[in-house]
């Protein structure tokens, strides 16, 4: 597996590079179906910002970290990365099915509350709604850390969303 390098304001000599790709190489002797890997250092504000993004077979596995020293930012950032690929793989092994309730409800009922003027869409971000169950919708959401997840739905080929209740257990949208 080869490590892509994203450098924003930040010297990467040889020695560090060697570092990095050394210790991301060691990732594969827990999981070995890592297709590919993306680092991205960026210096801000007296600050090294490292984040490290996997696709473990098909499942996108992120994390972020920042620190004064870029070496311990990338080493915090790698031993998320290592409890997260950790844990798919488990989850893989076991192969539990995760419960879902399923909640329906008609959105013609629903009253909004006015929105204040003014109101305007700061990011816009793009991706790609990849075809899998809603077990493996929560699977991925739950390894990318987010509070939902937006699905091609294999069985209906419907966009679905899967969310955390706060309740606890998991809700699954779909449209009618």
């Known amino acids: 597996m080869e490590a892509r390098f994203l450098v924003r304001n930040v010297e990467l000599d040889d020695k560090l590079k060697d570092y990095m790709e050394s210790k991301l190489a060691k990732v594969e002797k827990f999981f ?4 590919s890997t993306q680092v991205s250092l960026n ?3 007296g600050r090294c910002s490292v984040e490290i993004t996997e696709n473990v077979n098909g499942c996108i596995i992120r994390a972020e970290e920042s620190d ?7 080493d915090s950032a790698l031993k998320n990365i290592e409890r997260q690929v950790k844990k798919h793989k488990e989850m893989l092994n076991k192969k539990g099915r995760i419960k879902l309730q399923d909640i329906e409800f008609d959105l013609d009922s629903i009253i909004l509350p006015e929105e204040p ?3 305007e869409i700061i990011r816009k971000k793009s991706f790609d709604a990849g075809v899998m169950t809603s077990e493996e919708a929560t699977m991925q959401m739950d390894l990318l850390g987010h509070e939902f997840f937006i699905f091609r739905n294999s ?3 419907e966009i679905n969303v899967v ?3 706060k309740e606890g257990g998991y809700g699954l949208l779909e449209p009618k």
């Open 155 to 157: 069985e209906t080929g």
């Open 43 to 45: 210096f801000k504000r």
């Open 32 to 35: 070995d179906r890592i297709i």
């Open 163 to 165: 969310y955390k209740r």
């Open 68 to 74: 004064t020293d870029l070496r311990k930012a990338f």
């Open 117 to 119: 003027e003014g109101r």
